[in-house]
């Protein structure tokens, strides 16, 4: 299965706040089911003025935070595949409040998973499945969203 690795804070926007877009500089063609992995980088300073700009997107979209959440509390599932969703589109230009650059990958159907660990890679990747069609898990599971 195809997973797209999202840094810290946009995947949890993603799962949370309505994030409906996950700009990039490159246009993406495939469209289909895709697993969201959590990126296990973390730069504490360009994280702390993502999540400033995040929260202000989210205000204009006008939804609110219904959660306290920290980046440590997100820091903690990098590295982990967290949520599947639908590449719908890929779009230059959208009236959405979460668009900004190049290139912006519509992602709809958005849900959480239980999380398990995976190494990530740049662009879209593949994740093997089991025998079952489901992501291979890779060690014992947690829940994120419990």
Known sequence: MKALSIRCPWWW????GGKDIENRDWYCSYRGPVLIHASKWHEPHEAWA????AM?????SGRM???????ADMKRYGGHVIGQAEIA?????SDSPWFVGECGIVL????PITPFPFKGALGLFDIPHSDGGAPV???AQESLFG
Do not use: E, P, Y
């Not at 935070?65 to 980046?71: F, M, N």
């Open 65 to 71: 935070l219904l959660a306290d959440v920290t980046l």
């Open 13 to 16: 926007f993603i799962l949370h």
């Open 137 to 139: 898990q890779t060690s």
């Open 89 to 93: 589109d890929c779009v230059r230009k």
């Open 108 to 111: 709809r159907d958005v849900h």
């Open 50 to 53: 993502d999540l400033q700009g």
């Open 56 to 60: 202000a997107m989210m205000r204009r």
